[in-house]
């Protein structure tokens, strides 16, 4: 668990359960990072995340509008940085406002912006391996406070992939995550210089 947890899930549903297990744990100020390509599932995954959340209006895709607000048990702040191009970019949005404490803060290609986030945050990396409907996706805890919450979210996703699982399966889902390699830490494409 000290690098995180990982999980494979084989349908949109089982990424919407997977953010669903994450709900109970989180609290205002709490800020997430979702990184991973183009139709990974990081919008899918925060459907599940807000529905739990209470939140009753449908969650759709922020990459046009960068920020959407949805009211729940908190209120959501789901933004979506991938049309801003650098840092200051995102400061002109007012992203220090959008850490708000009273609100839960889920960003779409955060891993980009993490030099402006706390220094808690949990990280979350979707991958698509082939071409069909299994997502990877990766937890990394950002501070010990997220090593708790991903124990919880684990714990129910587990009894509820199960539930909701057609095949039985003896094994577990989720396994110790491996350790990072150096790439993990992408900055915004205009912020690296390539050599
Ligand atoms: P992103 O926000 O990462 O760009 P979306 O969540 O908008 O991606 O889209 C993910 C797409 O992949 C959706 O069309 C969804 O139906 C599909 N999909 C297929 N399998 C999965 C899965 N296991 N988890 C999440 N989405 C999946
Ligand atoms: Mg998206």
Redesign the pocket.
């Known amino acids: 668990m000290r690098n995180g947890i990982q999980v494979v899930t084989t349908s949109p549903d089982e990424t919407r359960i997977v953010g669903a297990c994450l709900a109970p744990t989180l609290l205002p100020g709490d800020v997430i990072s979702l990184s991973g390509d183009l139709g990974a599932g ?2 899918v995954f925060v459907q599940g995340l807000a529905t739990a959340l209470g939140v009753e209006s449908g969650v759709t ?1 922020p ?1 046009f509008t960068i920020v959407h607000e949805y009211e729940g048990r908190y209120p959501i702040i789901h933004m ?1 940085v991938y049309r801003l191009d650098s840092f200051q970019e995102v400061l002109d949005l007012g992203f220090e406002e959008l850490l708000d404490p009273q609100a839960v803060l889920l960003v ?1 290609w955060g891993e980009a912006v993490t030099p402006l986030f706390p220094r808690s945050y949990l990280s979350i990396e979707i991958r698509q391996a082939a071409d069909d409907d299994h997502r990877l996706l990766v937890f990394r805890p950002r501070g010990p406070q997220w090593l708790s919450k991903l124990e919880g979210m684990k714990e129910t996703a587990e009894a509820l992939l199960d539930a909701a699982s057609l095949e039985s399966t003896d094994a577990p889902r989720f396994v110790d995550a491996p350790p990072e390699g150096p790439r993990d830490h992408a900055a915004m494409d205009h912020d690296v210089e390539e050599g």
Request: glycine residues 0%; aromatic residues 0%.
């Open positions: 990081k919008t895709s990459t979506d779409e």
